[in-house]
């Protein structure tokens, strides 16, 4: 029995150079075969999260101008809300920024009192690397949406604008 025992350590010298070049092989092989999957599901979810975003804004800003006692110092306003890859900027007038920044911290979108935000970004990097939404309130405080997004700073066509596809379409009209 002890003979058997140390025989069987004296064979046992592991894996031989050969398999092991072959099993690294067949790993690079399955890497390159999965690793492109892999990257369009992350560049996937990327978009989608921008796409969440963009329409947690939106609703933020629909439910704050909603509000009667919000809603009754806006007039006329057109903001612009940028998101790209280190932050968020809000322009337009003055008045009008005011309240989607407002509506944003009121929503705990964010908690920064300027105009620059830093808590929303562009998260895309191949499909777009930026994304506008306009605002605008009408003086019968009809709220319109409009999408667009950009890519190395050239706007997508209004036709093929993967951004306001998103949306299933590349406006919005809510009537507050």
Do not use: H
Not at 132 to 137: P, Q, R, S, Y
Not at 144 to 160: C, Q, V
């Amino acid at each position: 029995m002890r003979e058997i025992i140390e025989k069987r350590k004296k064979n046992n010298k592991g894996f031989s150079l050969v398999e092991l070049i072959i099993v690294i092989a067949i790993m690079a092989i399955l890497v390159a075969i999965l690793a492109p999957q892999f990257l369009k599901y992350v560049e996937r979810s990327r978009n989608t999260a921008d796409v969440a975003n963009a329409r947690e804004i939106t609703n933020a800003v629909i439910a704050y101008i909603a509000d009667s006692e919000v809603n009754s110092g806006i007039s006329t306003a057109e903001v612009t809300i940028t998101a790209d890859g280190s932050k968020t900027t809000i322009g337009g007038d003055d008045a009008g920024g005011d309240t989607v920044l407002a509506a944003l911290k009121e929503a705990g979108i964010t908690s920064s009192t300027a105009k620059d935000l830093n808590d929303v970004k562009c998260k895309s990097k191949t499909t777009w690397d930026s994304y506008t939404i306009t605002v605008k309130v009408d003086t019968e405080g009809v709220i319109t949406f409009k999408y667009k997004s950009s890519k190395n700073g050239t706007d997508n066509s209004a036709g093929s604008d993967p951004f306001a596809a998103a949306f299933q379409q590349g406006s919005g009209t809510v009537s507050g």
